[in-house]
């Protein structure tokens, strides 16, 4: 069941990483195995393949509806467990 939140940057924080949120590819470049999603409220959220999935990284077009989880990284949050739905 996906729950729909206000997503904003002032918003991440501990515990969201357990929303599925919807947004839409709005760039990618698959030689660095990375791009960004824009939730559908909120700013834009920068992923990469090793907090996707490369086997969803891959067949991932811009403008596309996705699926997706906040995930804490080393480097900040990312958009996690990208797929398309």
């Known amino acids: ?5 206000d997503v904003d940057v002032n918003v991440y924080g501990v515990g969201l990483e357990s929303v599925t949120l919807k947004g839409t590819v709005l760039w990618l470049n698959r030689n660095k195995a990375y791009g960004i999603v824009r939730p559908e409220t909120g700013k ?3 992923m990469h393949a090793r907090y996707s999935g490369l086997e969803y990284f891959d067949n991932l077009v811009l ?3 996705v ?4 995930v804490h990284t080393p480097k900040g949050l990312l958009a996690g467990n990208v797929f398309a739905f």
Do not use: D, H, K
Not at 1 to 5: G, K, L
Not at 67 to 70: H, I, K, R, V
């Open 44 to 46: 834009a959220v920068l």
């Open 1 to 5: 069941m996906v729950q729909e939140v």
């Open 67 to 70: 699926q997706f989880e906040m």
């Open 63 to 65: 403008n596309q509806p």
